[in-house]
């Protein structure tokens, strides 16, 4: 049964296999007239330069943080391959976005080319863009996992006895990841919002142009935000997302394999089946990808969601299979009880984890929509002017976190319940496992959007533009569900992996009524929010430059507003970059570098002080932190639809008064989403990543400090 | 040394004491001419009308409340007499928020009389009213507590035996004392907002009046609402953080007690010193008063800081010496340690408090100060709309929870390090003692503000608004030393109660890394964003509801707008009052609610959840309600700020151009302000109420969920 493992590299190079075919495939198509060939150059140019740049500040990272980690690991149960590890995750990671954003550069402008005909071919080029993306992360992420628990376990410290150091060594994986993931969204988000402020507040607001209009220099650095923050950005995410919550299992697994040895008995399952159900997720989604087709006039939402839906459910019932083939006859011990757990109980955890991710996503769908009544309340309120829009929005976001944590606890507890902490972690991990199909999904949108823009910028016909239009619109289910898992797997995973490092760190239990913890807790309930405070102020201070770029470029260049002449817009490109790059550091490094001060830093008080203190700290920031997280990002979402509201027909107050387009109500909206942009798309999807960053650095750092 | 305890009750008669003198004191001075009379009798039976209705409501509540712990507090060690213990606190809150209000809305036009001969004779009216508030606030809570607790010690639950019934019973004093609490700030808080945002943004910005003009129909009600949300809303908040640090210390004393009872020895010292230095607290308020004098031409700052800090600095040497006096002879042991706690190391913990709150304070004043960074990169960023303001200030409050809650960790842990959690307690006693003194400051602000209203609204000479002004600038550096007081204090007692209820609850230690607590913490680190979005939106509405009715006035009520006829002044308290008094249910319910409901379901799925479930919810509420508070206060304060900047000669930008009052960057740093006023006066000062509240509820319910 352990040649079961094999199935993971396999499913890995059966998705990078996958990736190629459709990659060519995209290549293959059409890419439209000239003017098409060079916006989209321009994009991909953009868009490559800024991962060029920001690979190279990463690159240094990555062999700092290595070098430390080979230095520090060298005790009883460590090794220094812990580095090897980790730069193969941050490796990985990088070669993931790297690909995705290749991809989608590549597919924005062929759909754009295929709308010309008709929808079914632009959904096609559109979303095997999107599969290329999401076939890669997975790929690379279980090919990376897989390889290096093999190379580990039957290498380099082979037997039952060298499990829990391949384990331990298994985690620098994850900090790779989790590191890459977190600048590439910081980066990422600081450079969309930076230039698309620049591009509105100037191009569209001050000189009056149209969106995507090319007279506007940062019109490009606007469309390769898009693609660096919704695709590489988004990439990196959902990689860690995939591979924390792989590990988080096969941490607390390894906790199960201790436990049953302590009572004579003896079981890997528990560290090999997260592995394997990740392989079978990815088997899932490739199959899931074929279903994904529509024709003329048909709806492009209902493919989508048959494709992503259809494979979460095959899935969920293919857990129940692994389960019931792997897991040890008679249950598993679990930490806590004498009741072995169940192989249909470790099947039940998908299960819960699936419900917990698609109820946050349907409510998180409910808080952010148009025609229900919290955007609806945001809009109404515009009608009094900005200050009530914004008081009105940050209202509807601060509410919208009770019921996903209400879901949330009842997850982890029912979770528990049925399988322990193991089972929060398989419940992470049954969201994530068609991360495949889902990414494709979600990468498909930004696709479409870009799409868009060349289509405007290369003045095609107006069914052009409506046809990406449409492709873009949709997906917002899937897009939203989505979010649901991203918010409630980042929550599982961020408490598996805390009580994988409670259980690495060797302390029994963190008690939150000792004053060490207690300064833990506080100090991690801060972090999220110097966290965004550090974003935002980023993302206003990046988008100054920008501002200033553009409005010197209407200024000293004559005849740019008349179309005579070209703008400069590589300079623009190249502000969005150095801006974003110089201002991820700061809160990159917070992330890393508080847990290993606290750590170390508590450990000086007395014995068993830095464990402690660092429990209460992760405690702290995973709360405050997904708290946040929902906070800002359904407070930009509905923002954002709110403004939408006042497009097409105008918004219809509750007294019956109709406010169009560019009504003092609807100025008031367009600020609140100015407002949100930073929340949604830098510091809300950001602060997912932090909990699970701090989590991990607490677990890679748990036995030097214990 | 047992006899020292009738030091309590009498601190408490001389306070009360001291506060009617000054109280006739007051009411013999000048109260002006027929129109300031009139004007201020508007305001007094708008205020006490409001009180009214508000106690009317809480009645019902208080009944209910009391009916069903005295039904269920029926068995060993417990009694229905907790019921009476709550009534007595609820109503000795009541009668301090009442007595205030009276002597604060008899100070307003007295000050402004007095103003028109001079700042020396202005300060001593505004001041002494504001001590009245002080010393009846103090003077209520030691009187209640000292006296229950004699009654229960030595009449009812005589001898050891029955000290810990006593203290259990004590508790609903502190309960009875947070829920009027909560209710009176976040009603107060949403009436202040509503008349504030009705008379700004119809009357000021729609019809083009002045501020505080009597044309305007909201502007009494606009007064009224200082009084009500920052008179009584602030002695009721002061009240309960009083009692809350007392009792808090005095549960951790018994623990002391019985620790030490194990160990063969006895001392009751660590129950009864907190009531012993809360007296002396008073003693030196009450001195401290006497200092409060000023010449014209003189800094009245000066005179302030000095009686604050005068009677706060002496307060902690006397510690000292009140420890030295009662603690037992080689010391006592505290929880988790062998080594005795001695005398002056809870002296030290008094001090840790007092740094604390000190450091706190002048971090908030920092982040909240005019031609501080903070403050004014909020200015700057007004140049570019409102938006970036909007960012800006979100940015500035998130950064401003930092240090604030370094501090606060440090200081957990150095008091405890001295002397166990009771030194935590002791520290935020420590803070607490002087509030007295802290609250006559505190409540001299709105007195003065208030005086300005009248003066404008009753046409003085131009000399007296500006007296009134200097007095209303004055006092900020002691009010935000005061604000971190609240801050600190509220953190610290709330981690008091904290491990009172675990204590009580008689669970060893509450385990983060266990599924049922972390469900807990998820839930509890949610609701401090579900209360301020109900805050928030309780605003919003209630201010629709007044906006309407002021736009009807000038529609409806020919010759208004040109001061031939009358606004119709006293429809718009009614509709504060009773939009405010409708609002300030669901939020204060939630704060009562949630506890039962998680405490007792929780114990459904298993023995030991409830404790533990309840134990988790409360360490979130306290760590994301803590962070909120400040975040919310300090975004709050420095819009506030930030918009004051353009006042006067206008903000000078760094690029060199000067914005004035009127100006587009002006009009965005409005926008800011209007945002923040909900913020600072509505959910953020209710969070720290909130986190207690909560805490005291656990405490109160421990018993019967253990």
């Known amino acids: 049964m352990d040649q079961l493992i094999y199935a993971a590299p396999a499913a890995g190079v059966l998705a990078l296999l996958y990736a190629f075919w459709k990659a060519a495939w995209v290549r293959k198509q059409d890419a439209g007239d000239d003017t098409m060939k060079d916006i989209a150059a321009l994009i991909q140019e953009g868009a490559m330069a800024f991962l060029k740049a920001e690979y190279k500040v990463l690159a240094v990272f990555v062999a700092i943080v290595a070098g430390l980690l080979a230095v520090a690991n060298t005790g009883e149960g460590r090794s220094p391959l812990i580095a090897v590890s980790f730069v193969v995750g941050a490796v990985a990671s990088g070669i993931a976005g790297w690909a995705g954003m290749r991809v989608a550069t590549n597919a924005n402008v062929r759909t754009t080319a295929a709308a010309r005909t008709g929808l079914p071919a632009a959904l096609d080029v559109a979303f095997s863009g999107g599969a290329v993306m999401g076939m890669t992360v997975v790929g690379l992420a279980i090919l990376g996992l897989g390889g290096l628990y093999i190379a580990y376990t039957v290498g380099i410290f082979p037997g039952i006895a060298g499990l829990g150091t391949s384990i331990t060594v298994l985690t620098g994986f994850s900090m790779g990841a989790s590191s890459i993931a977190l600048f590439a969204r910081v980066g990422g988000g600081i450079y969309t919002k930076a230039a698309d402020v620049g591009a509105d507040l100037v191009g569209k607001v001050e000189a009056g142009l149209p969106e995507d209009d090319p007279r506007n220099p940062a019109v490009i650095a606007d469309n390769v935000g898009d693609n660096v923050g919704d695709v590489a950005g988004m990439g990196a995410d959902l990689f860690e997302s995939f591979v924390g919550a792989i590990i988080g299992a096969m941490v607390l697994g390894l906790g199960f394999d201790v436990l049953n040895q302590a009572h004579g008995e003896h079981t890997i399952s528990p560290v090999v089946m997260p592995l394997v159900i990740a392989a079978a997720g990815i088997v899932c989604s490739i199959l899931g990808t074929f279903i994904v087709k529509t024709k003329e006039g048909g ?408």
């Open 299 to 706: 709806n492009p939402q209902h493919a989508l969601d048959t494709g992503a839906f259809g494979s979460a459910g095959v899935m969920a019932a293919a857990t129940f299979g692994i389960a019931n083939y792997m897991w040890p006859q008679g249950g598993a011990l679990v930490a806590g009880s004498t009741d072995p757990v169940l192989w249909w109980e470790v099947g039940a955890a998908t299960v819960i984890g699936l419900v917990t991710g698609v109820s946050i996503g349907m409510i998180t769908s409910y808080y952010c929509s148009m025609e229900k009544p919290p955007v609806d309340s945001i809009a109404e309120q515009s009608k009094t002017g900005y200050a009530t829009n914004i008081i009105a929005g940050l209202g509807v976001g601060m509410r919208s976190t009770a019921l996903p944590i209400i879901v949330i606890a009842t997850g982890v507890i029912a979770a528990s319940a049925v399988a322990g902490l193991y089972g929060v972690a398989i419940a992470a991990l049954g969201m994530l496992s068609t991360t495949g199909i889902q990414l494709a999904v979600d990468a498909y949108g930004p696709i479409a959007d870009n799409a868009g823009g060349i289509a405007e910028m290369s003045h095609q016909k107006p069914e052009v533009r409506e046809r990406t239009d449409k492709l873009d619109a949709v997906g917002n289910t899937t897009a939203a569900i989505g979010k649901g898992f991203a918010i409630g797997s980042a929550a599982m995973t961020a408490l598996a992996l805390f009580a994988a490092f409670a259980q690495t760190a060797g302390i029994s239990g963190i008690d939150i009524s000792k004053p060490i913890v207690m300064g833990g807790l506080f100090i991690g309930g801060m972090l999220p929010f110097l966290f965004s405070a550090m974003a935002m102020n980023a993302v206003g201070d990046a988008a100054m430059e920008m501002i200033e770029e553009v409005r010197r470029q209407f200024r000293e260049i004559p005849g740019l507003l008349e179309g005579t002449a070209k703008p400069d817009t590589a300079r623009c490109v190249d502000i969005s970059t150095k801006a974003s790059l110089k201002r991820m550091i700061m809160p990159g490094a917070l992330a890393i570098v508080t847990p290993v001060v606290v750590g170390f830093g508590a450990n000086l008080l007395g014995d068993k002080m830095g464990p402690e203190a660092l429990g209460g700290l992760l405690a702290g920031v995973t709360v405050s932190g997904v708290c946040m997280a929902i906070f800002m990002s359904n407070a930009g979402g509905a923002w954002d639809n709110a403004k939408k509201s006042f497009e097409g027909g105008g918004y219809k107050m509750s007294d019956g008064t109709v406010h169009p387009k560019g009504s003092e109500a609807h100025k008031a909206a367009v600020v609140g989403d100015t407002v949100g942009d930073p929340f949604k798309d830098t510091a809300g999807p950001s602060l997912n990543i932090l909990v699970k960053l701090m989590s991990v650095v607490a677990l890679v750092i748990a036995p030097l400090i214990a």
